[in-house]
């Protein structure tokens, strides 16, 4: 069974940092390109990033390119989420999800991902 644990989310004031990490288990990580995805009060899913298999691809939101960065360790079956200048609009709950094959796919739904760690930014 695919499990999929964050950890690392929190109280943050504006322009800190934090790192989320995503344990999985149930699978082999390094076959399958991974995502984060965040979901903030009262709105719908919104993508992040991704990251193919072997980390060597990655995308990124507009809305946090050059602050958040997606990287990934294979061999410890675990998907990180490093976020910089943290703004109150990054407030939200962050999930990682699992796509279902080893590359990054458009307009994707994230049925597979875990139970969430919530992200607050405030002074």
């Known amino acids: 069974e695919v499990h999929l644990v964050e950890s690392g989310g929190g109280l943050v004031q504006p322009g800190g940092s934090l790192r989320l990490s995503c344990a999985a288990s149930?699978?082999?990580?390094?076959?399958?390109?991974m995502a984060w995805v965040r979901q903030a009060p009262g709105k719908g899913l919104e993508w992040v990033s991704d990251?193919?298999?072997?980390?060597?691809?990655?995308s990124y939101a507009d809305s946090v390119k050059g602050r958040f960065t997606i990287f990934r360790e294979n061999a410890k079956n675990t998907l990180y989420l490093q976020m910089n200048d943290l703004k109150p609009e990054d407030t939200a709950v962050y999930y990682c999800?699992?796509?279902?094959?080893?590359?990054?796919?458009?307009?994707?739904?994230?049925?597979?991902r875990g139970q969430g760690t919530q992200v607050t930014v405030s002074s």
């Open positions: 999800a699992k796509y279902p094959g080893p590359g990054y796919l458009a307009s994707y739904e994230f049925p597979v």
């Open positions: 149930g699978f082999t990580l390094g076959n399958y390109a």
């Open positions: 990251i193919n298999f072997s980390g060597g691809s990655k």
